[in-house]
């Protein structure tokens, strides 16, 4: 599609009704939440810069989608976003955040209990570091929306992070867990905490998540830190990274992200394990990186013309000009189920800068 003439909003919202057709769920209600998130983003024209440096993705546009499939052939698709405002700033885009779950509650069946009981450790009053709040809606298959909110561990300064996240399990009554995450992913100086999350809905599934970013960590790093979730094997986190980055043996680049939830009953150990991979440090471009993971999902059993579909929902560009596109891969493991999401950027402003 060109771009030329058009806002982020018109180029996202395209990009996110194809991938609805491609999920097979209605696009009115994702439509309508990401230009709700995107807030003061959404009507910026593209010919502009960016109106504030996001992190959610490579060339700062505010706002990723993924897609989720588990082995079952079930697939979700998902918004990972910053909310904007009119002034961003720090301060300003941690409060027009907190007004964006304030609106969202007013409509939706939010269970607001755990961000309350956590949510001032996560807003000081001059945040530091990326971010403070994201979001991510998640779309099951009828198009229904799920909420979660991500939080930044380095809110307070990176020296304070194990503290805040510390706190933040004692007061959920997860002590106990963060004590066994700690034992097998948080042993190396470059083991950092990233994101502290939740799910906002209700129920006993609600999750409380965290991510260790695991800088230069090798397959073996990564098999450990699966090793605290009791039932799973972490020999497929271990193949997962040789199928996807063949002949890397230490993950240099970005880093290899392990996240843990924790669900009603999970006090001492969490019951599920994700390995996120930057897939777009590890190939030459997104033409390597549709062969693997096409592979990855041959190997689970996942029609890989899925992928196809997602690639042709956001773009028409050469894949060989470039990596980035997909930006991560990653493995969910639970003892029951296991499955797969694909990180696709957006590309709005001209996607990961290529060294
Ligand atoms: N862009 C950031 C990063 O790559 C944050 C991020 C976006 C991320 N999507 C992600 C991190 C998926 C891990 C997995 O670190």
Redesign the pocket.
Known sequence: MSTTGGTLGELTKHQLRNLCRVVGIDESDPVRLLGEVLGAADARPLAQPPLWPS????DATPA?FSVQVNDTGQRHLRI?AETLPEHPSPTNNLRAARDLVDSLADRYDLQLDKLRAVADLFSPDEPQGLFSWWFSFIFDSRGQPKFKVYFNPNVRGPERAHEVVSEAFERLGLAEAFLTVGDHALQREQDRL?FFALDLDPGPQSRVKL?I?QHDATAQDVMRAAGAVPGISPAQVGDFCKLLAPGTRRFTG?PL?SSYSLIEGDREKPSNYSI?L?LRDYVPDDSAARERVRRHLREHRIDPVLLDEIIGSLTGRDLSAGAGLL??V?LRLSPDQTGTTV?ASSEAYGGTPQG
Do not use: F, G, M
């Open positions: 992190d959610v993705a490579d990723e990972l990233t991510y970013s970005r992200v996120y930057p930006a991560h990653s990180y």
